[in-house]
């Protein structure tokens, strides 16, 4: 006789895997209902409802509607990070591909990713108002700008410029710049090509290795 698999009870979850499910459920749960009505809009009531769960296991899981946002926020930036991350590493690819392909990456979250920016600038102003979500925002959002660090050092290490405490301020610059640019598609697809991000990567990095390299040569020093 054969034993089948199929008639097999299915494996209970241990308690790590079902808090883990209860999570991921909320968070898709949040996902569609602030894009469906915005961040002040949406209530804790409703993304329980929409998962199937109490409003505890909402304030059990995250504790509150900003934790919540925040958590649903960085997941998502982080995975794009990691998208960019692949993109960078691929040393099949010329530093030109590598450039169109992260300008590709921009041009796709603004034009599909339709509800990401509004939902983060509606979220800004929420925490412009309310100095203890603004320190969350900011903590949340660290592994994201840590995430670009690391990118941003590594082309600098690949051009053979600049240093750590570079590396840190032109993360910001970096982040700025793609989610300025981001906004600007939105408001008119025409002046954000598909290549602009790239190039503009280009010129900041071409920029600060000619800098270099003129503060090196001054004879005044």
Do not use: C
């Amino acid at each position: 006789m054969v034993d089948n698999d199929d008639d097999m009870p299915p494996r209970r979850l241990t308690r790590t895997e079902s808090k883990a499910r209860t999570r991921q459920r909320l968070l898709d749960a949040a996902a569609r209902t602030f894009a469906r009505k915005g961040y002040g809009a949406a209530s804790v009531d409703e993304i329980a409802e929409a998962a199937g769960y109490s409003v505890g296991a909402v304030y059990s899981n995250f504790g509150s509607k900003e934790h919540l946002f925040t958590e649903l926020m960085s997941n998502r930036v982080t995975d794009r990070v990691g998208e960019a991350a692949r993109i960078v590493a691929d040393t099949e690819t010329t530093a030109e591909e590598r450039m169109g392909a992260l300008g590709r990456m921009l041009i796709e979250i603004a034009d599909k990713d339709q509800d990401l920016a509004p939902l983060q600038a509606e979220f800004w102003l929420y925490a412009v108002r309310n100095p203890a979500t603004m320190d969350l925002l900011a903590e949340r959002t660290s592994p994201a700008h840590e995430g670009v660090r690391a990118l941003v050092e590594d082309s600098l290490r690949r051009r053979d410029i600049g240093g750590s405490a570079e590396s840190e301020a032109l993360a910001t610059v970096v982040l700025a710049l793609f989610q300025g640019l981001v906004r600007q598609r939105r408001i008119d697809p025409n002046r954000v090509p598909d290549e602009l991000f790239g190039s503009a990567l280009t010129w900041l990095f071409e920029g600060i290795a000619a800098t270099q390299t003129s503060e090196n040569t001054d004879p005044r020093k």
